[in-house]
């Protein structure tokens, strides 16, 4: 027998063909419009849409418009049905535009099929009120999710509202609500399924989640859990579990942003009692935890928004959770924004410090004074706080700090000209990252040493060996945020060897990276090694841009 049906049936011999939603193109690499036909999800937007206006076509014009209305609505046929039916009154464009509240738009659907078909609410909904009632409860503090979640991360939700019941029959409902396709898994090698519900039914979700009266304890369990994860993962990001927790966090990164902007919205909500400070709090916790993250996977422009955004709230916040957030701000600010007052920032941070007795803050906070120092090109100062930085960090057994004081103070002796200085300084560096098994860190002083020698005309077959290995180090960890700087040292490289056609491409890459993420770099070298470039091919008018 061959059985459709809204849930697998439990019998003996049942062999299960799930049915996806229909084929959809890439978004970021659409083909020419007359192949998007093939697409089995734009064929039926397309013969749909001919149906009620038949001189309709897919052109240049419409193209992104009409994938884009089809990636929205996640491939189903029922969706893509009742979108191309209002073609009639809405080009494709007008539609996408209203499809931020899809289930009020797709409701103009035939009447030869039963009400349940007629519009996606409906269909949405009589699935819905097939559930049992537990099961209605799991889907709706399961829309609460942005991206699709871990089983513990449900269960962690589940269990602000079922504490005295336990959390034990998530799995049953879980699976349950798998089996009637309201939610998916996909498979990730060594770690459980990742649980994803697409968008369009998750819509649904969060009305019936607000119908409820449970959005607003749904929103806090969500924010909770992920401090918990982002604070569990802190220690992990600078030693050998790195990757892993990479991939973890960057999956759950729109879970993460969601949870920031409720924290930070409701603050201002309740802003000057203290329901907001508590929020403002919890906000900070998440953006100093996952700092490092952030850092290296190059969010750090939007981090550096959340952060300036909680600490313009910060009173009441408790002395070492504002040091610690506005050093943070310090250092996101010093490459994406170095206009803000970072002096005065970094010496409110180290002043909090000192109040508190803390000598593992404090070193940080001559560390960062010694760095904000350098930037400015006062030497002088910055050699002296980085020194002394260097030796509280030694004392204090802070070797990860430590390395990171030694790399910014030998960028310090590189740019005055104190080469062997500079390698000393990278060299003991790499054996402390060696030890502790960073492999970004590795990469970052591989770069760095490959460019002084670079830079001091010493040796400059090992300054290939270790700028080609730190790209290595940042191609295996998809480190797109570190990448630039040594594909343009390698770019320069080629460049000085005349090799014009290696270094281009390298120049530009590491050009372009940089301006996708806003970095106010300060490797003037890189600029000056592309306007040579240009004008050595002949480009004369983007060498005079560039430079």
Known sequence: MLVTSRAVLHVQGEHEFPVPPLTLPDLTQLPEPETLSNFTAIAL?????????????????????????????????????LAAARIKLLPPQALLARLG??????????????????????TIAWSYQLLDEQEQRLFRRLSIFVGGCSLQGVESVVATFDKSNGVGWVLDGVASLIDKSL??????????????????IREYGLEVLAASGEMEASLQA???????????????????????????LEREQENIRAALSFLLERSRTHAGSQEGQAQVELALRICVALSRFWHDRGYGREVLRFLMQALADRAGVGAALQARALFEAVYFA???????PLESLAEESLA?????????????????????????SQFVLANARLEEAAARLQELGDRWRQGQCYTEWARAATEQGKFEQARALLEESLVLYQELGDQQRLGWVRYLLARLLFVWQQD???????????????????????????LGLLGLMRLELGDLEAAHPLLEESRAIDKKF??????????????????????????????
């Open 45 to 81: 937007f397309l013969q749909r849409a001919q149906a009620i206006k038949p001189t309709f076509q897919i052109t240049a014009t419409n193209a992104n418009a009409i994938v884009e209305v089809c990636v929205r609505l996640d491939g189903l046929p029922l969706a893509i049905e």
């Open 101 to 122: 509240h899809r289930l009020e738009i797709l409701t103009s659907g035939r009447q030869d099929v039963p009400e349940r078909q007629q519009t996606l609410r409906n």
């Open 183 to 200: 939610l998916q898994q996909t498979e990730q090698e060594g770690e459980e399924a990742r649980l994803m519900m697409l968008e369009t």
């Open 222 to 248: 969500h924010a909770r859990y992920y401090l918990a994860l982002a604070e569990e993962a802190e220690p992990q990001l600078s030693g050998a579990e790195q990757a892993r927790w990479v991939a973890k």
């Open 334 to 340: 010093d490459i994406y924004a170095r206009n803000l």
């Open 352 to 376: 909090l410090y000192q109040e508190l007795g803390d000598p593992v803050g404090i070193a940080h906070g001559l560390y960062q004074l010694g760095s904000v120092a350098r930037i400015r």
């Open 460 to 486: 400059q077959t090992l300054a290939q060996q270790l700028v080609e290995q730190s790209i290595a180090h940042f191609r295996v960890q998809d480190n797109i945020f570190y990448i630039p700087a040594p």
């Open 518 to 547: 806003g970095i106010e770099t300060e490797d003037v070298h890189l600029a000056i090694g592309l306007a040579r470039l240009l004008a050595l091919k002949g480009d004369v008018a983007s060498a005079r841009r560039q430079y």
